[in-house]
């Protein structure tokens, strides 16, 4: 079980940190990544982070999002700083395990007020 907190509104060029807590079989989670999805558009892969630590981000948000993991606390986090209006969406965070992304968060609403 995936639940998310850490959305709300926030200004342009301001930042947010969003989380993700884990629970069950965490440590059959082969990568974490949050996604999101603004309205009419496709849901977009925004930051991956895979069990060996490696991470990657999507162009879109290169030099200003960051996916990290508390290890002790089954947690893991996007910070995002320098937010646009274009970062407007619902964010999820989804745990890949058994081959596909089979855990979802619920999924928590982000605005960036210009």
């Known amino acids: 079980q995936l639940v998310e907190s850490g959305g709300g509104l926030v200004q342009a060029g301001g930042s947010l940190r969003l989380s993700c807590a884990a629970s069950?079989?965490?440590?059959?989670?082969?990568?974490m990544a949050w996604f999101r999805q603004a309205p009419r558009e496709e849901r977009e892969r925004v930051a991956i982070?895979?069990?060996?630590?490696?991470?990657d981000v999507a162009d879109s948000v290169k030099g200003r999002f960051t996916i990290s993991r508390d290890a002790a606390k089954d947690t893991w986090y996007l910070q995002m700083n320098n937010l646009r209006p274009e970062d407007t969406a619902v964010y999820y965070c989804?745990?890949?395990?058994?081959?596909?992304?089979?855990?979802w968060g619920q999924g928590t609403q982000v605005t960036v007020s210009s």
């Open positions: 982070r895979w069990r060996s630590g490696t991470t």
């Open positions: 069950g079989r965490t440590f059959a989670i082969h990568a």
């Open positions: 989804a745990a890949f395990h058994e081959g596909d992304w089979r855990s």
